[in-house]
């Protein structure tokens, strides 16, 4: 049984354009207790997937269709009010870039307690001291909770970040690009905490990033988006492994092995398809090597490939021998 | 955000903003009165009109005279379609020289930096501690006082603001590649300043511009108000002043007072208008704190 | 902190030399000569020549710069031609009068701006924003003193419930300026002033409050605030508005300097015996010791202002004020 | 190029027409100086419409408004430079004896530096001046002084445009009306007035107003006219000018001239000053001498000018001894002069003496003088506030008496309207709406009086072609001064020609005014053409062979 599972959720965003469907009939399910990495490029829907999830979208943007099952409720048919009362309590949001996250004028300290307080009805003292425990829950010193933000580094301030999410103990953790921005050492001692932190408390965390070595290193099950959608997604080691979908290819090898940084790099050349006027049929064809007619006029359905992994693609039956052929930088530069 | 983006976005909006076309056209409508105003107004401005053989004081509105007549016996209508004439002089040339040296000095400071930065700064931060009306009415004192003392006034005590923005703008443009690039293939300094970088900032400075023309128009009438404007220019400044001092107040000559009043905050607002699309073009001050 | 202080302290001092500087050069500069006031038939050429000695105008300019800085530095602004008091006495009766009217009119204005700003910020492209920020900008299109006159048209003479001009009704006598403060006569007489002021000064904190806000509110933590569950309240009051209103505090601060000087023509208007009045009357009446006094003293307060808009800034901002890095 | 072609243009005229018409040079365009409308804005338009007329007879004319401080320096200190300006002689009480101007303005001791700013050289007329001013017997006094009229109204160094009504306003619910005094030359706004004002209800502070600020309010200073009018009443004078315009005995018992150079003078006993302290015979001769002292009094300097001594001739008497015989001594000294407490003054002018500022620019913190009314406070810029000196011999019936200073002209009509103010004393405004206020506002109650001052259009003599009398005439002539009474000046003036007004009836020449020489444009231009003047097209030149030779103000 998952923690959480969405069916079918469409998120637009109202364009001059008209809606543009960043989020587009996207099927995923998170069990309890584990670490699912989504992953996929910039633009392809799943930071807004992350916000959809906490229910605050921007300003022009909205669920069109759908269903968000957490925890047994389906939370899209809840009251605002209902919806509040999860948010943070039980699920909680570790942003991509601390520093604009944190407010700026306010000492760490206030920001713990505002939260501890307003939303987990502690005292005053009791908050502090369960501040002082978060702090060094993540690794920091509790003397620097009466510190600013720009007092910290860019690893600190995503520590006081990923303390402010636990604070109220939530079930689900959505951390939507939490290294990106830290360089390699410090990304990778983050990871740690939130690894070491998921598996103590017996968290669901969704790990939203666009780097393959992310989910390689810190996930224990993967979802791969692709112009709105899953394309794969399966088990880290299966997908890894052995990617059937030939977008997952690509992006094994567009980004640099967390443990062989001397692997060639192969990008995927082309862009992804507007989310105004979406393809007819599978989204990657435009840049995929192996595409044949089919494809472009077909969408490919979600079906499920062996043990526990799924997959959107016409050629997933031949994708032992696309892998080789994948694995030819020459193949990819030939769609240019 | 970049203040560079800031700056793209904010000239596209004055393409786009509704408000903006809308001060386009005050701009337009006052121009047209200054450039045709030979042809639309009906009288000589000057002309002391006579009735009989005596002056055609305070005619209510007619036919004749749209906006009535003054105390001296003036065709009101002919005064402000003529006050337009100057109100755009004035305007145009104290904008021209905000924006002037405001870019050459932003341009100057932002490109080159160093000491050269540090002088334009720390002489933007003296005339910043220039008291702008005092200032005007002291130089109006000394020397002859009317358009050209405003002028002056306007581009010696207001270019700081343009000259910051276009600063922070060109700090921004000369880490981009094609001005590396400009560098890298031996263009001399002046030519990517002159060359690359200013129709980059143009667009940028002439919203300033826009907002200067305001300045001028209100600094006129303020000096006229006080006394210090040039009595033998028609000026919507001057009018407010006449008006003023002949009581067309308790003589409640609404169409004597109300127009140039009207005139300048249309003209102002014009300014306002079009640089809405970035608001912060009103505050320089603070935008790059 | 305490360096910022001490540097942008050291830069005032030299911004105020050089200002007190340009104003010596400046004055200097006049044509004419100052004992023109005194007209009269009796007037002899050696009485002109002996006045102009008693102010020190025949010396070289480098000996009259230097006798000005030492009385500068003494405080010494000499005598008013025309009101044979000294200067510093004028400008001491004239400064509390235009500081009231400045603060009063600055205090309205930001209060209103802000809270108008605000929610003009929460209610974005409906009917009431497009109606409010051209009619603030109109506002502040406005002449100042064509406002004042409207207003003390409209208010003072037709409608009769203001009085139409100075501090205090006639024949008030105040004791000190404290007495006045307290008394309902001396509020009454500032009304109408402090409206203009107010009107003309709205528009900058409503449309910076406005615009501050609107980029607050698409500032991440604003919404990790949304994302934490808390309040509405919580959000605008503790994260939007705390942030949004710095800049704002920065320009009451820069405004305090410039409505000192600005106020030229409202005091004018409603005959308000502030130093903007007294500066117009003595440039028109030729009074040079005192234009020059006044004058020195409306830059003084405009380069301290903007030296405490700085220093504000940077003590409201823990970015500034707490650690070097910005 | 196309400044080239206008030049080339304008000197084909004379070569082209010289075979129709002989002529010399155009004369060159004409400036009129005045104030800027914002000060003045009748003389202002006065001097548009004189310009427009000048037009007619072939001349270029421009107004040139000038600030106040640079209208002074150019008109006084200036004088060869500009070629006409408007001006104005304010009517003071002293001037209801006609001496000071009569001497003044066009004698030619005044022509380097004093008052005869247009440089009349007359000696008939010096002649004349003299001689008024050395007669005492009135009849023959009279004669002479209409002669001067007359010789002035041949010569026109003026372009006399009108003798201005003085108005005035106050509230009729607060003051009995028939307690003012008039005043001829200066209306119910005048020293006898103040002191005589009965309240009718509660309200016993006499609210006026002044439109500029007095300067520093001192014994020896006169500052401004407003200012006169607090000063009158905080300082005795031995003489005053009473509401009949002559002299009358004030804080002397008795005035007396035993002979024509003689002048005896009894001080009123019982007299304190302000500030407790007895007047005494010393105060009265310290105040007819310090003004005498040094260069220290420069305003009051000439009204001593003709004391040779002063003698005390018992406890409370005194002589003057004149240097010459001199008829309007007692109006333009024993009116004029203040009396000043030794006590305070004597150290001043000690202290001043090896200073460079004169006693004029010193201000007591309290002044004190010995009046029917003494300071309270003063603010020159707000307000002045005097109060009723109960111990006087001529107490008031008023308890304070206070000024309130605003330039602003609307603000004043407003403030009487509103009761802020209530007896308006300085309206330099628009007459016609303080009718209409009047006739909207019955409690207001308005009283116009004429006045001893005049405007005019000085003519520089030393300016060619106005040293040409013909020339002035023609000016002279064109001007309608009906046109500019009603138009310029609201109505609120009558038209003039002579520097004495029509209020100093037993002075005036009725009729003056109607004998303009010429007196009209057919009339002028004919002045003009007999004087060799010429009309070229419609532009006029000098007679033939004369050169312009005088620089265009600039």
Redesign the interface.
């Known amino acids: 049984m998952s923690l959480l599972s969405i069916r079918g959720l469409t998120v637009t965003y109202a364009t001059g354009a008209g809606p543009l469907r960043a989020v587009d009939a996207l099927d995923l399910e998170v069990p309890a207790g584990s670490i699912t990495g989504l992953v996929g490029e910039s633009g392809c829907g799943k930071s807004t997937l992350g916000?959809a999830l906490?229910g605050?979208l921007p300003d022009r943007g909205r669920i069109a269709a759908g269903q968000i099952v957490f925890e047994g409720r389906d939370i899209l048919a809840e009251s605002e009010r209902a919806r509040?009362?999860?948010?943070?309590?039980r699920m909680?949001?570790i942003?991509q870039?601390a520093m604009?996250?944190?407010?700026?004028?306010?000492?760490l300290s206030a920001q713990m307690a505002?939260?501890l307080i307003?939303?987990g009805g502690l005292g005053r003292a009791e908050a502090a001291a369960q501040a002082a425990a978060l702090f060094r829950l993540v690794g920091l010193d509790p003397a620097r909770l009466s510190a600013?933000p720009?007092?910290f580094s860019g690893g600190m301030r995503q520590r006081a970040s990923i303390a402010l999410a636990l604070a109220l103990s939530p079930s689900l953790v959505i951390a939507d690009e939490p290294v990106t921005a830290l360089d390699v050492i410090v990304q990778r001692q983050i990871l740690d905490v939130l690894r070491e932190l998921q598996a103590r408390l017996n968290l669901a965390m969704i790990l939203v990033t666009h780097d393959m070595a992310v989910v390689a290193y810190a996930c224990d099950r993967v979802a791969v988006m692709y112009a709105g959608q899953v394309v794969e997604a399966g088990p880290v080691a299966e997908v890894l492994e052995r990617p059937l979908h030939p977008y997952t290819m690509g992006l094994t090898h567009a980004f640099p092995d967390v443990h062989d940084s001397a692997m060639a790099l192969v990008p995927i050349e082309g862009s992804p398809p507007s989310l105004l006027n979406p393809p007819a049929g599978c989204r990657f064809a435009a840049r995929c090597p192996f595409a044949d007619p089919r494809c472009v006029a077909e969408p490919p359905p979600v079906r499920p490939f062996g043990q526990d992994h799924l997959v959107a693609c016409w050629h997933a039956e031949q994708a032992p021998a696309l892998r080789v052929r994948a694995a030819d930088p020459q193949t990819w530069a030939a769609i240019a | 955000m970049l203040p560079w983006t800031r700056g793209c976005r904010s000239v596209r909006s004055v393409r786009l903003d509704p408000y903006a076309t809308v001060g386009f056209t005050i701009y337009t409508a006052i121009a047209a009165m200054a450039v045709f105003a030979r042809q639309l107004a009906p009288y000589d401005p000057k002309a002391i009109l006579k009735v009989g053989n005596r002056i055609a004081r305070y005619l209510p509105l007619s036919p004749e005279h749209w906006l009535g007549t003054n105390s001296s016996g003036r065709d009101v209508l002919s005064q402000l379609i003529w006050g337009a004439r100057s109100a755009l002089e004035v305007g145009l040339t104290a904008a021209f020289a905000v924006v002037a040296i405001g870019t050459l000095l932003g341009l100057v400071a932002g490109y080159l930096g160093g000491w050269a930065d540090r002088v334009i700064t720390w002489f933007a931060d003296i005339v910043l501690g220039l008291p702008f009306l005092p200032f005007m009415l002291i130089l109006a004192a000394l020397t002859r006082p009317g358009a050209g003392v405003v002028i002056f006034t306007v581009a010696a005590l207001l270019w700081p603001n343009t000259a910051r923005v276009i600063r922070a703008q060109v700090l921004s443009l000369r880490e981009r590649a094609w001005v590396e690039a400009a560098r890298v293939t031996g263009c001399s300094t002046a030519r990517i300043m002159f060359v690359h970088l200013l129709p980059q900032v143009l667009p940028l400075a002439a919203l300033y511009g826009s907002v200067a023309i305001g300045w001028a128009i209100l600094a006129e009438a303020s000096a006229s108000f006080l006394g210090f404007g040039d009595p033998e220019i028609i000026s919507w400044g001057g009018m407010l002043q006449e008006s003023y001092a002949n009581q067309a107040l308790s003589r409640g000559a609404w169409n004597w007072f109300a127009p140039p009043g009207a005139a300048i905050m249309a003209m102002v607002l014009a300014g306002f208008l079009i640089s809405r699309g970035s608001e912060k073009l009103l505050f320089p001050k603070l935008a790059d704190q | 902190m305490l360096r910022l202080a001490a540097g942008r302290l050291g830069h005032l001092v030299l911004v105020l030399w050089v200002v007190t500087t340009l104003t010596f050069v400046l004055f200097r500069l006049m044509p004419g000569d100052p004992t023109l006031n005194f007209l009269s038939p009796s007037f002899s050429q050696e009485t002109r020549a002996a006045l102009l000695k008693g102010f020190g105008l025949d010396r070289s300019l480098w000996e009259q710069y230097l006798i000005y800085m030492g009385n500068l530095l003494r405080g010494e602004l000499g005598q008013s031609f025309l009101q044979g008091k000294s200067v510093a006495a004028l400008l001491g009766e004239a400064l509390p009068n235009t500081v009231i009217l400045t603060l009063v009119s600055l205090t309205a204005a930001y209060a209103f701006g802000i809270v108008a700003g605000a929610f003009l910020a929460f209610r974005r492209g409906g009917v009431v924003e497009a109606l409010a920020i051209p009619t603030t900008l109109a506002t502040r299109a406005a002449p100042e003193f064509w406002l004042g006159m409207l207003l003390l048209a409209g208010l003072a003479f037709q409608a009769g419930w203001f009085p139409t001009g100075g501090a205090l009704s006639p024949g008030k006598e105040m004791g000190s300026f404290s007495e006045s403060l307290i008394s309902a006569d001396y509020w009454w007489h500032l009304a109408l002033p402090a409206l203009t002021l107010m009107l003309f000064l709205q528009g900058l904190p409503l449309l910076l409050m406005r615009a501050t806000m609107l980029e607050v509110l698409n500032d991440e933590f604003i919404v990790m605030a949304r994302m934490k569950g808390l309040s509405r309240w919580s959000i605008v009051m503790r994260h939007a508005a705390r942030n949004a209103l710095l800049p704002v505090v920065t320009a009451f601060a820069l405004g305090l300097g410039a409505s000192i000087g600005g106020n030229v023509v409202v005091e004018t208007v409603f005959a308000w015996p502030g130093i903007g009045r007294l500066l117009v009357q003595a440039v028109q009446s030729a009074d040079y010791p005192l234009a020059q006094g006044a004058f020195l003293l409306i830059a003084a307060v405009l380069v301290v202002m903007n030296t405490v808009a700085d220093l504000a800034y940077a003590a409201l901002d823990p970015r500034v004020s707490v650690g070097a890095k910005r | 190029m196309k400044r080239w072609l206008v030049a080339a243009g304008l000197s084909a005229i004379p070569f082209l027409s010289a075979n129709a018409q002989p002529a010399g040079d155009a004369v060159r365009p004409l400036v009129i100086l005045t104030q800027p409308q914002a000060a003045s804005p009748q003389d202002y338009q006065a001097a548009e419409m004189t310009a427009e007329a000048w037009k007619a007879l072939g001349l270029k004319v421009t107004v040139r408004p000038l600030p106040g401080q640079q209208f002074n320096q150019i008109v006084w200190y200036e004088r060869q430079r500009w070629d006409t300006t408007t001006w104005q002689m304010v009517g003071r009480p002293e001037r209801s004896d006609p001496d000071e101007l009569t001497y003044n303005l066009f004698v030619s001791a005044n022509i380097a530096n004093g008052y005869n700013l247009v440089g009349l050289n007359s000696p008939d007329y010096d002649k004349l001046a003299q001689a008024q001013r050395e007669e005492l017997d009135l009849p023959k006094r009279q004669a002479l002084i209409r002669q001067a009229q007359e010789l002035i109204n041949q010569q026109q160094p003026y372009g006399f445009m009108v003798h201005p009504k003085n108005l005035v306003a106050f509230n009729q619910t607060v003051w009995d009306e028939s307690s003012m005094q008039v005043q001829a030359g200066i209306g119910i706004r005048n020293f006898w007035t103040w002191t005589n004002l009965k309240p009718k209800g509660t309200q016993k502070d006499v609210i006026v107003n002044s439109v500029a600020p007095p300067t520093n309010l001192s014994p020896f200073n006169i500052p401004g006219a407003q200012g006169s009018w607090a000063t009158e009443l905080v300082w005795d004078r031995l003489m005053r000018i009473g509401p009949d315009g002559l002299p009358r005995p004030w804080a002397a018992e008795s005035v007396t001239r035993p002979t024509a150079t003689t002048v005896d003078v009894v001080l009123r006993s019982g007299m304190k000053w302000h500030d407790g302290l007895p007047v005494t015979i010393e105060d009265a001769v310290f105040s007819l001498e310090a003004p005498g002292f040094g260069d220290k009094a420069p305003m009051y300097r000439p009204f001593v000018g003709n004391i040779a001594k002063v003698d005390i001739t018992g406890p409370m008497s005194l002589r003057i001894t004149l240097k010459r015989p001199d008829a309007a001594f007692l109006v333009s000294s024993l009116s004029k002069l203040n009396l000043a407490p030794k006590h305070i003054w004597a150290p001043i002018f000690e202290d001043l003496k090896n200073k460079p500022e004169t006693a004029e620019s010193i201000m007591e913190k309290v002044p004190v003088g010995s009046g029917p009314f003494k300071f309270v406070s003063v603010k020159l810029t707000e307000q002045i506030v005097l109060e009723a000196n109960k111990d006087h011999w001529a107490k008031p019936n008023v308890d304070r008496w206070i000024m309130r200073i605003a330039p602003n002209v609307e603000a004043t009509l407003g403030a009487l309207k509103s009761g802020e103010i209530n007896f308006l004393t300085d309206y330099t405004g628009d007459p016609d709406l303080l009718t209409q206020l009047a006739k909207s506002t019955p409690t207001i109650k308005v009283a116009d009086s004429l006045d001893i001052g005049f405007r005019f259009i000085a003519y520089n003599e030393r300016r060619p072609p106005f040293n040409d009398v013909a020339f002035r005439r023609a000016l002279s002539a064109v001007m309608d001064r009906e046109a500019l009474a009603a138009d310029a000046y609201g109505g609120a003036a009558v038209p003039a020609n002579s520097w004495i007004s029509p209020a100093l009836a037993f002075w005036a020449d009725p009729g003056i005014d109607k004998r303009v020489p010429g007196g009209s444009l057919a009339a002028a231009k004919k002045i003009l053409t007999d004087a060799g003047y010429v009309f070229v097209g419609n532009e006029l030149h000098y007679p033939v062979g004369v050169k312009e030779t005088t620089p265009v103000y600039n």
């Open positions: 916000r906490m605050v509040r009362a999860l948010r943070w309590r909680a949001f942003p870039t604009n996250a944190l407010d700026p004028v306010q000492r505002e939260v307003e939303r600013y720009h007092q």
